[in-house]
């Protein structure tokens, strides 16, 4: 498990404690078990400081101790590993046709994972976050049950989403301008804990980062394969959302101007002409019957129907255009595929595969994989999570109970 995009180090102003706790704690979940002394000639702090902060990651719970080792010149070291087990961090994903909520410990360890049905585009704003503040609620309730405490809860939205938490527009379920976030807040009745909104593939993009196959990569784009398609981008180990984070939205990026109506009201979007949509011209937007035809497209295809491999090979093609102008922009090192397009991979992968070797102007497709996630449909809440675990990893503890 790799932490993503906030990284600290030690440092001399005011707030140098908590800087070099993080530090501490940073370092203990990459390389536990490890020692003081481990901590100390890696970090640069002296022995001293290592032990303050070590005393005090204990006493909050976040680190514990395991033993001595042996294996070492001079006298055995006692370990320390990663603890955290009082704390939760909690995402959540709305999404079209489902909302799934996902709590982990401060190792990244999934405490839950639950996902139900929702018709995005035929409810209010207020009405989803009611759902949402009930699905938060069971959440929490479930923690407190089991004595964690709550760090934070990120909520994951399909749709451009400021800096502020606020959800401008989001296309597939027809918002605008919601303030999902002081929304939420009011509705969970200011939980006591920090409550944020960002992006789908933002937030799935850090889950990978952190917790995927690929986790640690420096350069990553993750494509979701929702209903919409965005873009969660990667650079130098860090996510990227634009000026006012409206970054990463290539599902709206034309590829054919007499294609296929998009939802944002333009024509051949690469959405519209490479989403599951195009794969699934009769599905609802629930995830039982979306599921249902996926499988059975899955089917037809294993079979060999020349039909369903003819859509997908087509489909494959397009995306193949939008993830080489991903590859000559970005040169990512892996794109990963999300959501829908996992269980379809194994025709689209060779499709994209060839369309990006012959589009992208670098040798050998500027040495860019493109990959089947392996966090299933959850993977924007669990990055909602992620998100939370940042914090703490930038120096937001939790304070001694």
Same mark, same amino acid.
């Given at each position: 498990?790799?932490?993503?995009?906030?990284?600290?180090?030690?440092?001399?102003f005011a707030d140098v404690r908590a800087t070099n706790l993080a530090v501490v704690l940073r370092f203990v979940r990459e390389h536990a078990p490890c020692s003081r002394a481990d901590i100390a000639a890696s970090t640069g702090l002296n022995k001293a400081t290592v032990s303050s902060l070590v005393?005090?990651?204990? !006493?909050?719970?976040?680190?514990?101790?395991?033993?001595?080792?042996?294996?070492?010149?001079?006298?055995?070291?006692?370990?320390?590993?990663?603890?955290?087990?009082?704390?939760?961090?909690?995402?959540?994903?709305?999404?079209?046709?489902?909302?799934?909520?996902?709590?982990?410990?401060?190792?990244?360890?999934?405490?839950?994972?639950?996902?139900?049905?929702?018709?995005?585009?035929?409810?209010?704003?207020?009405?989803?976050?009611?759902?949402?503040?009930?699905?938060?609620?069971?959440?929490?309730?479930?923690?407190?049950?089991?004595?964690?405490?709550?760090?934070?809860?990120?909520?994951?939205?399909?749709?451009?989403?400021?800096?502020?938490?606020?959800?401008?527009?989001?296309?597939?379920?027809?918002?605008?301008?919601?303030?999902?976030?002081?929304?939420?807040?009011?509705?969970?009745?200011?939980?006591?804990?920090?409550?944020?909104?960002?992006?789908?593939?933002n937030l799935a993009a850090l889950a990978e980062h952190r917790f995927g196959p690929w986790a640690g990569t420096a350069d990553l784009v993750y494509l979701t394969g929702g209903i919409g398609v965005g873009a969660g981008v990667i650079?130098?180990?860090?996510?990227?959302?634009?000026?006012?984070?409206?970054?990463?939205?290539?599902?709206?990026?034309?590829? !054919?101007?007499?294609?296929?109506?998009?939802?944002?009201?333009?024509?051949?979007?690469?959405?519209?002409?490479?989403?599951?949509?195009?794969?699934?011209?009769?599905?609802?937007?629930?995830?039982?019957?979306?599921?249902?035809?996926?499988?059975?497209?899955?089917?037809?295809?294993?079979?060999?129907?020349?039909?369903?491999?003819?859509?997908?090979?087509?489909?494959?093609?397009?995306?193949?255009?939008?993830?080489?102008?991903?590859?000559?922009?970005?040169?990512?090192?892996?794109?990963?595929?999300?959501?829908?397009?996992?269980?379809?991979?194994?025709?689209?992968?060779?499709?994209?595969?060839?369309?990006?070797?012959?589009?992208?102007?670098?040798?050998?497709?500027?040495?860019?994989?493109?990959?089947?996630?392996?966090?299933?449909?959850?993977?924007?809440?669990?990055?909602?999570?992620?998100?939370?675990?940042?914090?703490?990893?930038?120096?937001?503890?939790?304070?001694?109970?």
């Amino acid at each position: 498990m790799i932490t993503s995009t906030s990284d600290p180090q030690p440092a001399d102003f005011a707030d140098v404690r908590a800087t070099n706790l993080a530090v501490v704690l940073r370092f203990v979940r990459e390389h536990a078990p490890c020692s003081r002394a481990d901590i100390a000639a890696s970090t640069g702090l002296n022995k001293a400081t290592v032990s303050s902060l070590v005393a005090d990651l204990i !006493d909050r719970r976040l680190v514990r101790e395991t033993g001595l080792t042996e294996n070492r010149v001079g006298r055995p070291a006692t370990m320390l590993v990663l603890d955290g087990s009082p704390y939760a961090a909690i995402g959540v994903e709305i999404n079209v046709d489902y909302v799934t909520a996902v709590a982990v410990d401060l190792s990244g360890e999934r405490l839950l994972s639950w996902r139900r049905s929702f018709q995005g585009p035929d409810v209010t704003v207020s009405q989803a976050m009611a759902v949402v503040a009930g699905l938060v609620r069971r959440v929490t309730t479930r923690m407190a049950r089991e004595e964690r405490q709550v760090l934070g809860l990120t909520v994951a939205v399909p749709g451009l989403v400021g800096t502020d938490g606020v959800v401008r527009v989001a296309p597939n379920l027809g918002w605008r301008d919601a303030d999902l976030c002081g929304d939420l807040t009011k509705a969970l009745r200011d939980p006591g804990f920090p409550v944020q909104v960002d992006n789908d593939a933002n937030l799935a993009a850090l889950a990978e980062h952190r917790f995927g196959p690929w986790a640690g990569t420096a350069d990553l784009v993750y494509l979701t394969g929702g209903i919409g398609v965005g873009a969660g981008v990667i650079l130098d180990g860090r996510l990227r959302r634009g000026g006012r984070g409206y970054g990463g939205e290539i599902g709206h990026i034309q590829l !054919d101007p007499l294609g296929a109506e998009c939802r944002c009201g333009r024509r051949g979007c690469l959405e519209a002409v490479a989403g599951i949509g195009a794969v699934l011209e009769h599905a609802a937007l629930s995830p039982a019957e979306v599921e249902v035809e996926l499988e059975e497209t899955v089917r037809l295809a294993r079979a060999g129907d020349a039909h369903t491999l003819a859509v997908l090979a087509g489909v494959g093609r397009d995306l193949g255009r939008g993830v080489s102008m991903i590859a000559n922009l970005l040169n990512p090192e892996v794109v990963v595929l999300g959501g829908y397009y996992v269980p379809l991979a194994p025709w689209l992968l060779p499709e994209i595969e060839a369309e990006t070797r012959g589009r992208v102007i670098a040798p050998d497709a500027g040495g860019c994989r493109v990959v089947a996630s392996a966090l299933g449909y959850g993977a924007a809440a669990l990055g909602g999570a992620a998100r939370v675990l940042d914090l703490v990893d930038s120096g937001r503890l939790p304070r001694i109970s």
